[in-house]
């Protein structure tokens, strides 16, 4: 199962799904998709039905990430066997998984997977503002242990019977990510971090989250750091 939680993303949501289905092709597995449209006003739900029966499409009107993601996952409770031992993963509107995204999560033999994200287009932002991000984010690379510090709502994926264990994301405007990571870590969950996983992700300055990935590169663009 996959989630992609959805606010006016109509521009972004065409590359998004075409990556996640060549990613469920690469899989040996059926795999569902579950786009939560939140409080959307552009024409996102007029892409319902132009992906293929695999493709479902759910409106909710939280105008919260967190409450999004977890309705997208209830939805998909609703359609299986609730004891039945499923991979929930999920990924942001405005980014495109690779091919293998899904398969890396199956093969990591772990309650949650974490992967990173890669930016390949910086229009948006000053030369300066690019290499301070990237020095930073390079910096939380563990490379000799082969993982990573980063938490991306962007790319992450778990067991679902882990994820109701804990509760699942919690209606948090921004970090609901971080939150739920927390959550598996305190419960004593495996969690793999692979810095091979990563997903191409849009480096816009205007995000749908307040506390979001554009609000984390507008500080890197003032000189505050990176947290």
Known sequence: MVVIPAHDEAANLPECLTAVLTAAMCTAVPVLTIVVLDACSDESAALAGQFGAD????????????????????YARSLCDAEARIWYATTDADSRVD??????????????????????????????????????????????????????????????????????????ESGEDVDLVRRFERAGHRIHRDVGLSVVTS??????????FASYLRGVSRHEGVA
């Open 55 to 74: 493709v479902h499409f759910v409106e909710v009107d939280a105008k919260n990430v967190g409450a999004a993601r977890d309705a997208g996952f209830r």
């Open 99 to 172: 091919s293998d995204w899904l398969m890396r999560q199956l093969d990591a033999d772990a309650d949650m997977v974490l992967g990173v994200v890669r930016v390949t287009n910086w229009r948006h932002w000053s030369a300066s503002s690019m290499h301070r991000y990237l020095a930073a984010y390079r910096a939380k690379l563990r490379r000799q242990g082969g993982g990573h510090d980063h938490v991306h709502g962007a790319n992450m994926g778990f067991r679902s019977d882990t994820y109701w264990e804990i509760g699942g994301f919690a209606a948090l």
């Open 203 to 212: 480096a816009r300055s205007e995000g749908r989250a307040p506390r979001g």
